[in-house]
């Protein structure tokens, strides 16, 4: 793991928000969560690339259920490109 004191990745970091513990037992419970409310259904997690590529497998091995995972790339152009 990436030490945030040391390592020159984080040497413009002002302040840490959440601790990785933070971070780890919100996914936990999300998981415990999304399991309850998705019990019986057939889940499929879908992860937007790229931004959530970090969380992402975290978060689908916290949920106790059999799902599917898919991954889609988007765009936030809009209609800019459009001539």
Same mark, same amino acid.
């Given at each position: 793991?990436?030490?945030?004191?040391?390592?020159?990745?984080?040497?413009?970091?002002?302040?840490?928000?959440?601790?990785?513990?933070?971070?780890q037992?919100?996914?936990?419970q999300?998981?415990?969560?999304?399991?309850?409310?998705?019990?019986?259904? %057939?889940?499929?997690?879908?992860?937007?690339?790229?931004?959530?590529?970090?969380?992402?497998? %975290?978060?689908?091995?916290?949920? %106790?259920?059999?799902?599917?995972?898919?991954?889609?790339?988007?765009?936030?152009?809009?209609?800019?490109?459009?001539?």
């Open positions: 793991m990436i030490n945030p004191e040391t390592s020159p990745l984080y040497r413009d970091l002002q302040e840490i928000l959440l601790t990785n513990e933070q971070i037992t919100r996914i936990s999300m998981g415990k969560e999304l399991t309850q409310v998705y019990d019986g259904c %057939d889940l499929v997690c879908i992860c937007i690339l790229k931004g959530a590529a970090p969380f992402f497998p %975290d978060t689908t091995g916290a949920i %106790d259920l059999r799902l599917q995972v898919d991954f889609r790339s988007i765009s936030s152009y809009g209609l800019s490109l459009i001539p």
